[in-house]
C-alpha cells in the first residue's frame, strides 16, 4: 500500500536534513520527486528533480506555481523551514517576518494552489512539516514555535474542508533530528544534555526516521488519516 509508482510529489526543503530524506525516501517509494530549495540545483539529492525557489518571496511562489500548472502533483510536502533563536526581548521583527514567511505564509500559498488542484481531481495528499513546539512554547524561538503552532492547526482546518474531496491534509511533528536547523543545539553540551535528559529514546532523531512516517501519509495506507498531527519525536511528548 505504500507503493508510490506513477505519483508526482513536491517536497520544499528538500537539499538537506529533513527534507532531503523525505524526497529521497518517496523516491524510493516509486515517485517522481520535485525537490524545492534555495539553492538545491548545486547539489540535489540523487533521483531527484530539483528546482531552485525562494519561498521567502511571494512574487517567487507564484511564479513556481505557474510553472508547475501543467504537472500533476499528487503528493505536496511542505518542509522548509527556517529557526532564529533570540531571548523573546531581543527578537527581532525581521526575524518574526523571515521565520513566519518560510514556516507558514509558504506552506498556505502552496497547499492552497496544489490542494485546489487535488480537489478538482479528487485525490491527493498533503503533508506539513510542524515540530515539537506546535504543542510547547520552547525557549528563545518565539517566532518558530508560534508559526509550528499555525501549521499545525492549518493542517487541521485544510482537513476539515478536503477530507471529504479525498485529499488528506496532515503533519508530522519531528522531535530533536540531527540536522543544520538543531545544530546551535547540538554543538552547546549543556543544552544538548538537558533535551536529551526529557527524550524517552535517548538520542537525537535521524532525519531518515521523519522520512517513514512520511511516506506512509502520504500512501494509500493512510486514506482514512485526516488533520492528524503526528508525532514522531523519540517519546519527547508523553514524557
Ligand atoms: P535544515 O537542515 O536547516 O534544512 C532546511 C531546508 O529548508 C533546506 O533544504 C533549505 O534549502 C530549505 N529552505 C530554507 N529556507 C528556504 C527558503 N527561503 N526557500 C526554500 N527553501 C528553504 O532543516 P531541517 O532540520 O531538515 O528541518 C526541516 C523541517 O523540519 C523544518 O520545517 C523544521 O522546522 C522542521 N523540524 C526540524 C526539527 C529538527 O530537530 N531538525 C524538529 C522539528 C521540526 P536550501 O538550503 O536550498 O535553501
Redesign the pocket.
Known amino acids: 500500500m505504500t507503493d508510490l509508482s506513477g505519483q508526482t510529489a513536491l517536497v520544499?526543503?528538500?537539499?538537506?536534513?529533513?527534507?532531503?530524506a523525505i524526497a529521497t525516501a518517496l523516491s524510493r517509494a516509486g515517485a517522481e520527486v520535485i525537490g524545492?530549495?534555495?539553492?538545491?540545483e548545486d547539489a540535489p539529492p540523487p533521483g531527484i528533480t530539483p528546482l531552485n525557489?525562494?519561498?521567502?518571496d511571494r512574487d517567487r511562489i507564484a511564479a513556481l506555481i505557474a510553472d508547475l500548472k501543467d504537472r500533476r502533483i499528487d503528493i505536496l510536502v511542505n518542509?522548509?523551514?527556517?529557526?532564529r533563536r533570540a531571548p523573546v526581548a531581543e527578537h527581532s521583527t525581521e526575524d518574526w517576518d523571515a521565520v513566519m514567511a518560510?514556516?507558514l505564509d509558504?506552506p498556505f500559498l502552496l497547499s492552497r494552489a496544489f490542494g485546489a488542484e487535488m480537489v478538482a481531481r479528487g485525490s491527493g495528499k498533503i503533508i506539513n512539516?510542524?515540530?515539537?513546539?506546535s504543542f510547547q512554547g520552547g525557549r528563545f524561538v518565539p517566532g518558530?514555535a508560534a508559526s509550528?503552532a499555525a501549521i499545525a492547526n492549518l493542517t487541521r482546518s485544510f482537513a476539515n474542508e478536503w477530507a471529504a474531496h479525498g485529499v488528506n491534509v496532515n503533519a508530522i511533528?519531528?522531535?530533536?533530528?540531527?540536522?543544520?536547523?538543531?545544530a546551535a543545539l547540538q554543538a552547546d553540551p549543556e543544552r544538548e544534555a538537558q533535551l536529551m535528559a526529557r527524550v524517552p529514546l535517548g538520542r537525537w532523531?535521524r532525519?531518515e526516521e521523519?522520512a517513514a512516517p512520511v511516506v506512509f501519509l502520504a500512501s494509500d495506507a493512510a486514506s482514512a488519516i485526516h488533520g492528524t498531527v503526528l508525532a514522531v519525536d523519540g517519546g519527547w511528548g508523553g514524557f
Open positions: 520544499t526543503g528538500a537539499s538537506r536534513g529533513i527534507g532531503a524545492l530549495g534555495t539553492r538545491i525557489c525562494d519561498l521567502s518542509n522548509a523551514g527556517i529557526i518560510v514556516n509558504a512539516v510542524a515540530s515539537v513546539l518558530y509550528k511533528a519531528p522531535g530533536y533530528v540531527a540536522t543544520d536547523n538543531t532523531l532525519p521523519i
